[in-house]
């Protein structure tokens, strides 16, 4: 997006880049901020208020003040987007290239588990995870079946955070390399296991639990403690209980 121009030069150039396949709306400042610490290409960052947006950055992000005050530009957001973050900002960055995500992924070894979720259907649900993975250094997020984990309320919900660790869909077949740890209530219980730091963790959907196919796959089950008649912990939780296992202090 150009320097210069005026607010209506600006929402034009917004408007032309936001039909770009390869973009992704970043909606607020923190997720703005996130993109921005973890290297995000950043093509267009636009606010009503460009000053209160320099302002915030000087306030809770000092270290990308700078990158923040040279991109972002005034243009009248109710014009350009459907929802309005309350922090007055949105940008849109660059997808990361699906094919380099799929070979970091696949390197080894590896020295954090990667979670896999087998057809979610929440779509803020795989948002929360993925900023679950980012604060735990996971290597990654991976999801199989028809949600694409880039999909923007899924980015939204991620707040930027998809920029911290690799996210992306894969199948059956292109299922990263590890050894396959599923969480099932028939599992054994977590409290007794060591989970590598080159595991898969496989969560199941909200509600159907982990497919036949992929049970099938794996190397181990695993339960989370859990009061009896207690029908199951949220996705986002039961990842959280599972890394936090993992990592526990080596992973802050």
Same mark, same amino acid.
């Given at each position: 997006?150009?320097? +210069? =121009?005026? &607010?209506?030069?600006?929402?034009?150039?917004?408007? /032309?880049?936001?039909?770009?396949?390869?973009? @992704?709306? #970043?909606?607020?400042?923190?997720?703005?901020? +996130?993109?921005?610490?973890?290297?995000?290409?950043?093509?267009?960052?636009?606010?009503?208020?460009?000053?209160?947006?320099?302002?915030?950055?000087?306030?809770?992000?000092?270290?990308?003040?700078?990158?923040?005050?040279?991109?972002?530009?005034?243009? /009248?957001?109710?014009? !350009? #987007?459907?929802? @309005?973050?309350?922090?007055?900002?949105?940008?849109?960055?660059?997808?990361?290239?699906?094919? /380099?995500?799929?070979?970091?992924?696949?390197? %080894?070894?590896?020295?954090? &588990?990667?979670?896999?979720?087998?057809?979610?259907?929440?779509?803020?649900?795989?948002?929360?995870?993925?900023?679950?993975?980012?604060?735990?250094?996971?290597? =990654?997020?991976?999801?199989?079946?028809?949600?694409? &984990?880039?999909?923007?309320?899924?980015?939204?919900?991620?707040?930027?955070?998809?920029?911290?660790?690799?996210?992306?869909?894969?199948?059956?077949?292109?299922? &990263?390399?590890?050894?396959?740890?599923? #969480?099932?209530?028939?599992?054994?219980?977590?409290?007794?296991?060591?989970?590598?730091?080159?595991?898969? !963790?496989?969560?199941?959907?909200?509600?159907?639990?982990?497919?036949? /196919?992929?049970?099938?796959?794996?190397?181990?089950?695993?339960?989370?403690? %859990?009061?009896?008649?207690?029908?199951?912990?949220? #996705?986002?939780?039961?990842?959280?209980?599972?890394?936090?296992?993992?990592? =526990?202090?080596?992973?802050?």
């Amino acid at each position: 997006m150009s320097e +210069h =121009g005026s &607010p209506d030069d600006i929402a034009r150039q917004w408007r /032309e880049a936001a039909g770009r396949e390869d973009l @992704v709306l #970043l909606d607020g400042f923190h997720a703005l901020k +996130h993109a921005l610490r973890f290297g995000a290409d950043i093509q267009a960052v636009v606010a009503d208020d460009p000053a209160s947006v320099r302002a915030l950055a000087a306030e809770l992000a000092p270290d990308v003040e700078g990158d923040v005050g040279r991109l972002v530009r005034k243009a /009248e957001l109710r014009t !350009l #987007l459907t929802r @309005v973050h309350p922090t007055g900002v949105a940008a849109l960055a660059v997808r990361p290239d699906p094919a /380099e995500g799929r070979a970091r992924l696949e390197r %080894m070894p590896r020295t954090a &588990p990667i979670v896999v979720l087998d057809n979610p259907r929440n779509l803020g649900n795989v948002g929360a995870v993925v900023r679950l993975a980012a604060g735990f250094g996971a290597t =990654g997020v991976v999801t199989r079946g028809d949600l694409d &984990p880039w999909h923007p309320n899924v980015v939204r919900a991620g707040a930027g955070l998809h920029y911290a660790t690799t996210v992306e869909h894969i199948t059956l077949e292109t299922l &990263p390399a590890g050894p396959l740890y599923a #969480l099932d209530p028939e599992g054994d219980d977590i409290r007794a296991l060591t989970l590598p730091d080159d595991a898969l !963790l496989a969560f199941g959907s909200e509600r159907h639990g982990i497919s036949p /196919e992929l049970r099938a796959r794996a190397d181990h089950l695993v339960s989370l403690p %859990m009061r009896p008649q207690v029908s199951s912990y949220n #996705l986002a939780t039961s990842v959280a209980m599972t890394l936090f296992h993992w990592g =526990g202090p080596k992973a802050c």
